[in-house]
Nanobody, 123 residues
Framework: QVQLVESGGGSVQAGGSLRLSCAASGYTYGSYCMGWFRQGPGKERERVATISAGSSDIYYADSVKGRFTISRDNAKNTLWLQMNSLKPEDTAMYFC????????????????WGQGTQVTVSS
């Protein structure tokens, strides 16, 4: 079965950086869209970034463009999210997710989710 395990979260001051990773197993990782989502306290889930199987189709939410970078290594079954210039409004639980299609990856409903990793940004 599909398993996604996030790591790399923590507490940082505004302007700092974190690098999240997602280790995938139990499916043909290289054939699936992948994405990062987040949900802050009392807020709806937000689509942060998505990436296609071949990394040719990449989407970023306007709120993170220029600051976050999504990437993947299909040989290692790993997804990353490099987060720079962090802001307090980036504080949220960050989730790795996947959907069984290669592209497009922006709009599909993501079917499988990890447990999340907490990111807290203080001012």
């Amino acid at each position: 079965q599909v398993q996604l395990v996030e790591s790399g979260g923590g507490s940082v001051q505004a302007g700092g950086s974190l690098r999240l990773s997602c280790a995938a197993s139990g499916y043909t990782y290289g054939s699936y869209c992948m994405g990062w989502f987040r949900q802050g306290p009392g807020k709806e889930r937000e689509r942060v970034a998505t990436i296609s199987a071949g990394s040719s189709d990449i989407y970023y939410a306007d709120s993170v463009k220029g600051r976050f970078t999504i990437s993947r290594d299909n040989a290692k079954n790993t997804l990353w999210l490099q987060m720079n210039s962090l802001k307090p409004e980036d504080t949220a639980m960050y989730f790795c997710a996947t959907v069984p299609q290669t592209q497009p990856c922006r709009y599909p409903d993501y079917a499988y989710w990890g447990q999340g990793t907490q990111v807290t940004v203080s001012s």
